[in-house]
């Protein structure tokens, strides 16, 4: 069996599944409370095990989901994907990021989503990237616009809370070139 494919390497940093193995990081990361400012609240350790679940399971079943970043001498910088989220009642391909607050500042967010763009370009069929961000979260708005979404839309949480959507078409010279194999394929 051939291994998933990640998102390739930036400049500053790489991207790996993230295991059971990185719950210390990942509960300090979740469990921070700047981080998760605009979450209803930070996540204990046992929400950050089920966070590392749920992406292993999004691994298996889709071939994504968040990665963990980190520079190449391995420091731990974050999460950063792509994971499918309720939009409007619509699923949607989403990317996400969290950063450590002692990495933040440094354009690291901005590197990683923009890697995770190119990923789900290259290897998912989806025609829509989107980012689903509290409206007073501009950091991470500032992202999103950075990698070239623009806000579209609003969307109401699940806890009634109201979500701005950014969104970006997915479509290149590359998909049509790949949509024509498709095509030519199936002829």
């Avoid at 210390?24 to 966070?51: C, H, I, N, S």
């Avoid at 889709?62 to 910088?77: A, K, N, Q, R, S």
Wanted: glycine letters at 8%; charged letters at 25%.
């Amino acid at each position: 069996m051939q291994p998933m494919p990640l998102p390739d390497d930036t400049e500053h940093l790489r991207f790996r599944r993230m295991t059971l193995a990185d719950l210390d990081d990942m509960a300090k990361l979740l469990g921070d409370p700047a981080v998760m400012q605009f979450y209803p609240a930070p996540k204990t350790r046992e929400q950050a095990a089920a966070w590392i679940a749920w992406n292993e399971d999004n691994y298996t079943s889709y071939g994504l989901g968040l990665w963990i970043i980190e520079t190449h001498d391995g420091d731990f910088v974050g999460d950063c994907g792509l994971t499918w989220q309720r939009v409007n009642g619509e699923l949607k391909l989403e990317v996400g990021y969290h950063v450590s607050p002692a990495w933040q500042g440094r354009g690291f967010a901005t590197e990683a989503a923009a890697a995770s763009r190119d990923f789900a370009l290259e290897h998912t069929d989806s025609l829509e990237l989107v980012a689903i961000v509290h409206p007073d979260n501009r950091a991470s708005s500032r992202v999103a616009e950075k990698i070239g979404m623009r806000r579209v839309d609003d969307d109401l949480g699940a806890d009634g809370s109201v979500r701005h959507v950014l969104s970006m078409p997915l479509f290149a010279a590359a998909r049509r070139g790949s949509s024509a194999r498709r095509t030519r394929a199936a002829s």
